[in-house]
């Protein structure tokens, strides 16, 4: 099966700074990879799929890269409403949909 | 609009099964897959397995095999999922998650409120 690593699990920055969270598989997902903000006792929210694509009503601060193994959920200007825990996820169907065990973005 | 509501809170013994529904409105039922995603107190996000609403094919995450049983009812549009043999590290918010479009199975635009499942002798 693949696996999904993060780092680094913890970030702690400031409103106005440019985020940048890696995502890591242990094979090759080509872009088969997406991203999810959740915030305490709410479901994750899509924010990101195919590695880059934007989901509908994503603000555009947030965008993603990356293709094979690694990849990158960059936010350009943090913003109040974006102190949350991330994830990735592989959706390659010949392996379970693993999630990565999260970063959690918090106040500096 | 789409919604995925889910079924209220359980408590069970270790031992014990749980079901778990999923009734999803806004769109057509079977023209979408359906996910179980659980997260465990202070923990990440694990993928359960999927159903699909059309044919009623699963896949399941292999160490949860032999435990779990997703189903459907598509006369009511729901979704079901079973967990038996209940463990303490059971112990979850058990979410339902629609995939966002047709062809992009695993990717997971819209998802219930969760289900808090909690085994406790």
């Known amino acids: 099966d693949i696996q999904m690593t993060q780092s680094p699990s913890t970030l702690s920055a400031s409103v106005g700074d440019r985020v940048t969270i890696t995502c890591r598989a242990s094979?090759?997902?080509?872009?088969?990879l997406a991203w999810y903000q959740q915030k305490p006792g709410k479901a994750p929210k899509l924010l990101i799929y195919m590695a880059s694509s934007l989901e509908t009503g994503v603000p555009s601060r947030f965008s993603g890269s990356g293709s094979g193994t690694e990849f990158t959920l960059t936010i350009s200007s943090l913003q109040p409403d974006d102190f949350a825990t991330y994830y990735c996820q592989h959706y390659n169907s010949n392996s379970p949909f693993t999630f990565g065990p999260g970063t959690k973005v918090d106040i500096k | 609009q789409v919604q995925l509501v889910q079924s209220g809170p359980e408590v069970k013994k270790p031992g014990a099964s749980v079901k778990v529904s999923c009734k999803a409105s806004?769109?057509?039922?079977?023209?979408?897959?359906i996910s179980w995603v659980r997260q465990a107190p202070g923990q990440g996000l694990e993928w359960m397995g999927w159903?699909?609403?059309?044919?009623?094919?699963?896949k399941y995450e292999q160490k949860l095999q032999g435990r779990v049983t997703m189903t459907t009812d598509t006369a009511t549009s729901t979704a079901f999922m079973e967990l038996r043999s209940l463990r303490s590290d059971d112990t979850a918010v058990y979410y339902c998650?629609?995939?966002?479009?047709?062809?992009?199975?695993?990717?997971?635009?819209?998802w219930g409120q969760g289900t808090l499942v909690t085994v406790s002798s």
């Open positions: 094979q090759s997902i080509s872009g088969w």
């Open positions: 159903i699909s609403t059309y044919s009623g094919n699963t």
């Open positions: 998650a629609r995939d966002l479009k047709v062809g992009l199975r695993g990717v997971f635009g819209y």
């Open positions: 806004g769109y057509t039922f079977t023209s979408y897959d």
